[in-house]
């Protein structure tokens, strides 16, 4: 059974860093294939894809937040990280982690943590 | 950069309809796609992969089609358990999603 949870702060200061921890189950991301993104969402607004870390420890950033982001595993912990720097109001969200199982269909995430809300606000 | 947009962006239902949601790709994806329901404070569900494979357990009345740039999400007959928001969402290396489509009732 794979589940997935999203841990960490749930209200940082503007200018602030928050580190998410996805812990996760059911599946090894050192399998080939394995990946583990983050995606958020604004409330009330739509989904935005964030990073991804594949099972041979490549990495890939959203291009408008590449220079923030940062996301990093430990294995033997089953779990993934990801920093975002310079928080502000705007990034409040709802931030997600998801499993990709990459094969021949492409990057789409079939199981999903259940979220955590983080709030931007002095 | 490659663009999702989804039609229309909010549809009213009733229980029994048959229900059709268009995404479009500014530039060729092949089958590269996905659907997902949203219903509020929950999580995205993964309904469609690979544009018209369904997800294990998804009831067989959702079907999706197209490759390309164009592709339909239809809901044959709706459940009252169908109302939420319907995401697509390309998936290549660097995903992107839809803004989303809300099926509120009729």
């Known amino acids: 059974q794979v589940t997935l949870r999203e841990s960490g702060p749930a209200l940082v200061k503007p200018t602030q860093t928050l580190t998410l921890t996805c812990t996760f189950s059911?599946?090894?991301?050192?399998?080939?294939?394995?990946?583990v993104s983050w995606i958020r969402q604004p409330p009330g607004k739509a989904l935005e894809w964030l990073a991804r870390i594949d099972w041979d420890d490549d990495k890939y950033y959203s291009t408008s937040l590449k220079t923030r982001l940062t996301i990093s595993k430990d294995t033997s912990k089953n779990q993934v990280v990801l920093t975002m720097t310079n928080m502000d109001p705007v990034d409040t969200a709802t931030y997600y982690c998801a499993r990709i199982p990459y094969g021949d269909y492409g990057y789409y995430f079939d199981y999903w943590g259940q979220g955590t809300l983080v709030t931007v606000s002095s | 950069d490659i663009q999702m947009t989804q039609s229309p962006s909010s549809v009213s239902a009733s229980v029994g309809d048959r229900v059709t949601i268009t995404c479009r790709a500014s530039?060729?994806?092949?089958?590269?796609l996905a659907w997902y329901q949203q219903k509020p404070g929950k999580a995205p569900k993964l309904l469609i992969y690979a544009a018209s494979s369904l997800q294990s357990g998804v009831p067989s009345r959702f079907s999706g089609s197209g490759s390309g740039t164009d592709f339909t999400l239809t809901i044959s007959s709706l459940q009252p358990e169908d109302f939420a928001t319907y995401y697509c969402q390309q998936a290549n290396s660097f995903p992107l999603f839809g803004p989303g489509t809300k099926v509120d009732i009729k």
């Open positions: 059911g599946f090894s991301l050192s399998t080939s294939g394995m990946c």
């Open positions: 530039q060729g994806i092949s089958s590269w």
